[in-house]
């Protein structure tokens, strides 16, 4: 069963909501399912103004939790020309020790908590990217973007 993140509840809640079931939830795999980039314009030069979408869906399997996060990033120059485009899929699995736990806190979770876990991971994959592609290696925020919305910089 696959359960789609919805619209984010209030911040406050998410917190509580994601707090209660990372007290229970264990990670047990995570692994890079797609990675696809396109370097668009490679004589481009910094700075570069960054396009970072998140879409997270989760879906239940007995006593495992699966989050799987698509990232779109993508970037722009200083004329607003597109300089890459990239497309990553992370799958996360969670042992949720045999608890249950309802759609809210289910994606609570998935907004909050997953995001702050795989973030560091999509950071690295994108400096490295950028530096195999010969542009100035591109480095994410340290803090994971909001979930449920697209972030321009």
């Given at each position: 069963?696959?359960?789609?993140m919805?619209?984010?509840?209030?911040?406050?809640?998410?917190?509580?909501l994601?707090?209660?079931?990372?007290?229970?939830?264990?990670?047990?795999?995570?692994?890079?399912?797609?990675f696809?980039?396109?370097?668009?314009?490679?004589a481009?030069?910094?700075p570069?103004?960054?396009?970072?979408?998140?879409?997270?869906?989760?879906?239940?399997?007995?006593?495992?939790?699966?989050?799987?996060?698509?990232?779109?990033?993508?970037?722009?120059?200083n004329?607003?020309?597109?300089?890459?485009?990239?497309?990553?899929?992370?799958?996360?699995?969670?042992?949720?020790?045999?608890?249950?736990?309802?759609d809210?806190?289910l994606?609570?979770?998935?907004?909050?908590?997953?995001?702050?876990?795989?973030?560091?991971?999509?950071?690295?994959?994108?400096?490295?990217?950028?530096?195999?592609?010969?542009?100035?290696p591109?480095?994410?925020?340290?803090?994971?973007?909001v979930?449920?919305?697209?972030?321009?910089?």
């Amino acid at each position: 069963m696959t359960i789609m993140m919805n619209e984010p509840i209030g911040a406050t809640q998410s917190r509580v909501l994601s707090d209660r079931v990372s007290k229970v939830a264990s990670l047990v795999d995570l692994r890079v399912r797609e990675f696809e980039a396109k370097l668009i314009d490679f004589a481009a030069t910094p700075p570069f103004k960054p396009t970072i979408a998140v879409e997270p869906n989760v879906g239940r399997v007995n006593r495992y939790a699966v989050y799987d996060f698509t990232y779109r990033l993508g970037a722009t120059n200083n004329a607003n020309r597109e300089v890459f485009q990239t497309r990553i899929v992370m799958s996360l699995v969670f042992d949720l020790k045999g608890e249950t736990f309802d759609d809210a806190a289910l994606q609570a979770f998935g907004a909050v908590g997953v995001v702050d876990i795989a973030h560091p991971y999509i950071r690295e994959l994108v400096h490295n990217m950028t530096f195999r592609m010969g542009l100035p290696p591109f480095v994410l925020d340290v803090a994971p973007p909001v979930f449920g919305r697209s972030t321009v910089a």
